[in-house]
């Protein structure tokens, strides 16, 4: 993303003037000495002295002299600006969603406050994620494989199978030769329907991969172009962000990607008469990031999990999901228990106890989904995979 970026910026300048475009070169910060860091050998924050200038910020923000920052307030945001700032850096323009999830992604403790340790962990987590700048280590690609491999052989010989994808699951039913014995007409029936056009991401439309994937469904949806797009950003909103901050990040993304007919729709403020309304017509339904059991709830009060599902089954809605929207495409959310980031509610309204963690069903063969995987949570999917029925996929960023 960076060298197209770079590329495209080079391609614009080559028309303007020389003082113009030494002026857009030099606040363009990939052009920097510290972005020349950032792509390879050591990084600024690792040096005696980076590590010193870190400590003098952390002690500055940490008002109370507790030894951490918090998320509420947002202390180890403005740590970020202060550390970034230093190394001449701009702070990513992100929304809160985005922040709290890393955030998470680095609290291994599930305390909800960064020590100095790490909070310099939290900048490097940045500077991996937001930059797109992960080391490609040697032998990487060989662990990770053999990680697949050993996974799936411990998952055969339980009779309980691990699937594995990184970018989304297969969008169409299988095909008629792995039916055994003679088609019936009840399973041919099933092929004369749209196939299921799914995308399910830990993070969103994070990669270029992933905005094809994303327009190229809504192609194959309605091929005259001009698609509809609901957004839902309740799994936002349950970790306490601003439904409309999050529409309006997201409608500038889909904007960027030709999509220009989107609309908000809140579950928690929507009745079952207004869904249908807002389905009418409707190419794509977008379920955003967040708290995945406020999420259950809210599509269970608005008759969400009752009218999408046969939308995407039977009429070719594209369903895309991030994080708790794709958690909530599989057969249940209890595998959002593993982990231990998000809140069940347990006494609030939303609270799914005497429910049930049912998700939406809409994911071939009993599937459940696991999203941000990463090697630190093979031992927990391993582990915890031996204690389901359901089929367990995997989605890494």
Not at 9 to 24: D, F, G, P, Y
Not at 133 to 151: C, F, I, V
Not at 164 to 175: C, F, G, V
Not at 306 to 316: E, I, Q, T, W
Request: hydrophobic share 35%; glycine share 6%; with cysteine.
């Amino acid at each position: 993303e960076i060298q197209s970026g770079h590329n495209f910026v080079k391609s614009v300048l080559s028309s303007t003037s020389s003082a113009i475009r030494n002026q857009a070169l030099a606040n363009d910060w990939r052009q920097r000495p510290e972005m020349r860091l950032l792509q390879g050998k050591s990084l600024k924050i690792d040096t005696e002295t980076g590590t010193s200038e870190m400590q003098a910020i952390f002690t500055t923000l940490d008002a109370d002299n507790d030894g951490a920052l918090s998320f509420e307030p947002p202390q180890f945001q403005e740590f970020a600006r202060e550390v970034l700032n230093h190394l001449s850096l701009p702070m990513p323009q992100l929304p809160t969603m985005v922040w709290y999830l890393w955030f998470r992604e680095v609290d291994s403790d599930n305390e909800s406050v960064l020590t100095l340790f790490g909070a310099k962990n939290f900048i490097r987590h940045i500077l991996e994620r937001i930059l797109q700048l992960r080391s490609q280590e040697t032998g990487k690609e060989e662990r990770r494989q053999a990680a697949l491999n050993s996974a799936r052989t411990s998952s055969a010989s339980s009779r309980r199978k691990i699937s594995w994808d990184q970018n989304s699951l297969p969008s169409r039913a299988p095909s008629g030769s792995s039916l055994p014995g003679t088609p019936t007409a009840a399973s041919m029936a099933k092929y004369r329907n749209p196939p299921r056009r799914i995308m399910l991401t830990s993070s969103g439309l994070t990669k270029p991969t992933f905005k094809h994937a994303f327009t190229t469904l809504l192609k194959r949806r309605k091929p005259e172009g001009n698609p509809k797009v609901l957004y839902v950003p309740d799994a936002a909103v349950g970790n306490f962000c601003d439904a409309q901050d999050m529409f309006n990040y997201h409608v500038n993304q889909f904007m960027r990607l030709g999509v220009t007919r989107v609309e908000c729709v809140e579950l928690l403020k929507t009745t079952p008469a207004q869904l249908t309304a807002h389905l009418q017509g409707a190419d794509c339904v977008y379920v955003d990031m967040g708290n995945t059991f406020y999420l259950r709830y809210y599509m269970r009060t608005s008759g969400f999990d009752r009218m999408v599902p046969s939308l995407v089954k039977n009429a070719g809605l594209v369903f895309v999901g991030a994080s708790a929207g794709s958690m909530c495409a599989g057969s249940t959310i209890s595998i959002a228990f593993w982990k231990g980031w998000d809140n069940p509610g347990k006494g609030e309204e939303w609270d799914l106890q005497d429910i049930g963690y049912q998700g939406l069903d809409i994911l071939p063969r009993n599937q459940a989904v696991f999203p941000h995987y990463s090697d630190q949570w093979r031992p927990l999917v391993e582990s915890k995979s031996q204690t389901t029925d359901h089929e367990v996929v995997i989605l890494d960023e």
